[in-house]
């Protein structure tokens, strides 16, 4: 490695920066009355060399493709983090005294309100994964220069997810990644189990297969000459661990327990002064670097994806919606090649080994490491640089709700796709059955569910999905299931559809998946008897097609059967009977997965747990008594 040790002035410079920054962050902690000053006094000379040494950033574009991106994955530490774009000159640092406030975006923890964060953070534990995302699209799609910093407290580093990261990065040797390891060994109500054993993080980290580096956090020097080895390593990602201490330079509270968290409230005024008694020079000339146009990242349109060829199926012709995904994404990827997809070492379940097989370079195996595989996935999504399809089975998203409702607050455009669903699945039993997934997601902000009951109209959910803003999820089902749409019917988020109607209906039904089926078979049932049933298929369960519900339930009498292969909390049933609370003369009767069900027969389990058409039929029986 060829490293030229920058001037003493810089490396004074440096120092005085740190001291700036920690001078900030007391200062709007204090105006504010919350936050976290000691969290932000362990990495100032890291934020100070990252800043105005190592990254390369357009301040008059922060989120420009070409420059490097930065995590603080301990997003406590905001302040610290809005100081220093402050202090680059991207906004004034006079706005610092607005941390928290109600009318300004400078939040207790960083959100893509502002122009220079990519993602939420502060629930701790994701920022790796997201880091490890945008590292892996700018090797492998991007082929471009820019690098990936992400700052990481060592208390969250007992979070699993962020090891399910970490051997992510290694494993793909992300050499364009820097994860930084602050070391301070305080938690927030205790000392850290590992508190500065160094050793034992290098360790952990060599076995890794990470370059990893011990130094001594609060020097910038050392600091300056990891991040110049991080960027000349090849082929490994480089781990900085950096041993600091929590509230440094701060008298009296300097490494000591119980000020996490807090303010310095009577001890800020001295402790300023004793700052500002550390600046040796007040004159600025560091300036971050803008970012290399050797290899920038390309130009890229995601905009008014579609499928390359229409759907091609028979009426009639039995096609799970899972295999129809498939198959929609190989076509949404051969129109337009920023479409990735992610999979849970489930992808010949999931059919997403279709985009695999057709564009192998866009598809991002992520192993059996949920948590990670939706990180990895806001990632790749950032910046607008891809368009991410992360699929497994829907019950195993629910491992990682926390990432995802991290990622609706980072406005991420991800979607989701979550197979085997419901009792349906048969055999494999409850652990595999997703019955809370539609539950999970709806109550995601912004988020877009479809449920497409047959492949015509899963083909246009992938479709749709990929031009839809915020989270969008797309439940599939295991079992084959009759194409009962032209090739050609135009499919709309919000709108449903109805598949069976007369003009003299008695009864509603609504299901969706495979108890759209059920429905139309127990609709031939009941007119054996003379009641006439209309069915209808909400295609998305988020938006709801209410006035669709609302006019047909009218023309029925106000007799609505919803039949869900879903626990009955959180999903399509609610998500009915919330669009006809606030209306007279509705009753809605709900069939849904009462219990947590068992392995067996598909048909048989659909019976038991009273979501078969027989169920059906007995149930519009009890309505039409009442």
């Known amino acids: ?64 493709p070409s420059s490097d991106r930065f995590i603080l994955s301990k997003g406590h530490a905001a302040p610290i983090l809005y100081a220093a774009w402050a202090e680059a000159g991207l906004f004034p640092i006079s706005e610092l005294q607005n ?22 953070t502060g629930s701790l534990g994701q920022g790796v994964a997201v880091a490890a ?39 793909y040797k992300l050499d364009n990644l820097c994860v930084v390891f602050d070391v301070n060994r305080l938690g927030q109500s205790e000392p850290t189990s590992l508190q500065h054993q160094m050793e034992v993080y290098r360790k952990r980290l060599d076995a890794f297969g990470f370059n990893a580096l011990v130094v001594d956090g609060h020097d910038v020097e050392e600091l300056c000459k990891a991040f110049a080895e991080a960027a000349s390593t090849k082929n490994k990602p480089t781990a900085i661990i950096a041993k600091t201490f ?26 300023i002064k004793h700052l500002q008694g550390l600046i040796v020079t007040e004159q600025r000339t560091l300036r971050p670097q803008s970012p290399v146009k050797a290899k920038p990242a390309p130009q890229v349109n995601i905009k008014n994806v579609q499928l390359s060829s229409p759907p091609a199926y028979k009426l009639g012709e039995q096609v799970a919606t899972r295999l129809a995904y498939g198959t929609a994404l190989a076509k949404i990827g051969a129109n337009n090649d920023r479409v990735v997809a992610l999979d849970g070492d489930t992808k010949n379940s999931t059919f997403s080994d279709k985009l695999k097989n057709a564009f192998p370079e866009r598809y991002i195996e992520c192993f059996i490491a949920e948590q990670n595989l939706v990180g ?48 349906s699945i048969g055999e494999d ?23 497409p009951s047959d492949a015509v109209s899963c083909e246009r959910a992938v479709e749709l999905a990929a031009n839809t803003k915020g989270i969008c999820f797309i439940r599939t089902s295991r079992p084959n299931t009759a194409i009962i749409y032209p090739n050609e019917e135009p499919f709309v988020i919000g709108k449903g559809k109805i598949v069976k109607k007369s003009g003299q209906d008695h009864v509603l039904l609504i299901g969706a998946g495979i108890t759209l089926y059920e429905c139309l078979k127990a609709a031939a049932l ?62 809605v009767k709900h069939l849904y997965v009462p219990a947590v069900p068992r392995s067996g027969p598909s048909d048989v389990l659909i019976d038991m747990f009273g979501i078969s058409a027989n169920k059906i039929v007995t149930a519009v029986t009890e309505v039409l008594k009442l």
């Open 429 to 451: 039993g409850p652990s595999q059955m997703g019955l809370e997934d539609i539950a999970m997601f709806r109550t995601v902000p912004g988020s877009t569910i479809f449920y």
């Open 246 to 271: 929590k509230g440094k330079f701060f008298p009296n509270i300097e490494d000591l327990d119980n000020w996490h968290g807090k303010p310095l409230g009577a001890k800020a005024a001295e402790t």
């Open 99 to 120: 941390l928290r406030k109600i009318d300004s975006d400078l939040e207790g923890h960083p959100t893509p309100r502002l122009n220079f964060i990519d993602v939420g």
């Open 133 to 171: 995302g945008m590292s892996y699209v700018g090797k492998n799609l991007d082929k471009a220069d820019y690098r990936t910093y992400v700052v990481v407290g060592d208390g969250e580093s007992a979070e699993g997810s962020i090891w399910e990261s970490l051997h992510f990065a290694g494993h």
């Open 1 to 64: 490695m060829s490293y030229h040790k920058p001037e003493s002035k810089t490396i004074q410079e440096l120092k005085d920066i740190a001291h700036r920054l920690r001078i900030h962050s007391i200062s709007a902690t204090e105006a504010s009355k919350s936050g976290h000053p000691t969290s932000c006094a362990s990495i100032a000379e890291i934020m100070s060399v990252l800043f105005f040494n190592t990254m390369r950033l357009n301040l008059k574009e922060p989120r420009d």
């Open 526 to 587: 009941l007119e054996k008897s003379g009641v006439h049933a209309r069915v209808l298929d909400p295609f998305t369960i988020k938006p709801i097609d209410a006035a669709l519900i609302l006019e047909n339930g009218r023309a029925c009498g106000g007799r609505i059967v919803v039949v869900e292969d879903h626990y009955r909390e959180g999903g399509l049933g609610e998500a009915v009977s919330g669009v006809v609370a606030e209306h007279r003369d509705f009753v």
């Open 376 to 423: 990895v996935a806001i990632g790749a999504a950032c910046r607008d640089r891809t368009i991410a399809f992360a699929s497994t089975f829907a019950t195993f998203f629910t491992r990682a709700f926390d990432q995802i409702r991290m990622g609706a607050i980072s406005q991420t455009n991800v979607n989701f796709v979550g197979s085997h669903c419901g009792v």
